[in-house]
Each structure stands twice: as structure tokens, then as C-alpha cells.
């Protein structure tokens, strides 16, 4: 289950924290498609490993097919062992933006 060459590269960034909101959701994960330019984005109270990955499940891999690369910054929840255990056994490639240069994910 491959997706379209137009669905096939993500970005992926959280934003926040803002002020609470309901339910104590404070970040903002979001996500936008290269090619179309498509955002998905979810509030959510912790931005964990499981989470990210409960996200890109449902909002791009069931909606969209099997990404080929995600794009994201250094930062701790998309570096971990178990997303990058994840990502490979589902054959998504994990690119990372410079520390330096966050602008190269756009």
C-alpha cells in the first residue's frame, strides 16, 4: 500500500505551547504535504512518541497511503528509538532538518 507520488512526503513540526485550551491541549502537531500542500494537524495536551505515531497513522497513512519520507526537526519525539523502529519497519525514510537551518523543511 504505496501512496501516490503526490501524497508521498511529509513534514512534520509541533508548535507551542500556547495557552490551554480544553482538556489541557497546549501543542499543536501538524503536518503538511509537500506537493499539495495539505495540512493535517491535531491538538494534543503531551507530544509523546506514541502520540506522533497514533497521529501519523491516522491522519496520513489510513488517508493517504504509506508516506516515502518525513520530514522534521531534531527535536526528542521524532528521534527515539521507537519511532525510528516504526518508521523503518513500515519502510518510511526519517529526514531531519538542521539545527541551523530549521527553514529546510519548508
Known amino acids: 500500500m504505496l501512496s501516490p507520488c503526490s501524497f508521498s512526503q511529509w513534514g512534520m513540526d509541533i508548535v507551542g505551547p500556547f495557552p490551554l485550551a480544553a482538556r489541557q491541549k497546549k501543542f499543536l502537531l501538524v503536518a503538511i504535504n509537500y506537493f499539495t500542500k495539505w495540512v493535517e494537524a491535531k491538538p494534543l495536551a503531551r507530544i509523546t512518541e506514541g502520540e506522533l505515531m497514533k497521529f501519523v497513522w491516522k491522519n496520513i497513512i489510513y488517508r493517504f497511503g504509506l508516506p516515502r519520507e518525513i520530514i522534521s526537526d531534531n527535536g526528542r519525539q521524532f528521534q527515539g528509538r521507537r519511532i525510528q523502529d ?21
Not at 88 to 99: D, E, H, M, N
Open 86 to 106: 516504526w518508521c523503518a519497519g513500515l519502510r518510511i525514510k526519517q529526514r531531519f532538518t538542521s539545527v541551523s537551518h530549521p527553514q529546510a523543511n519548508e
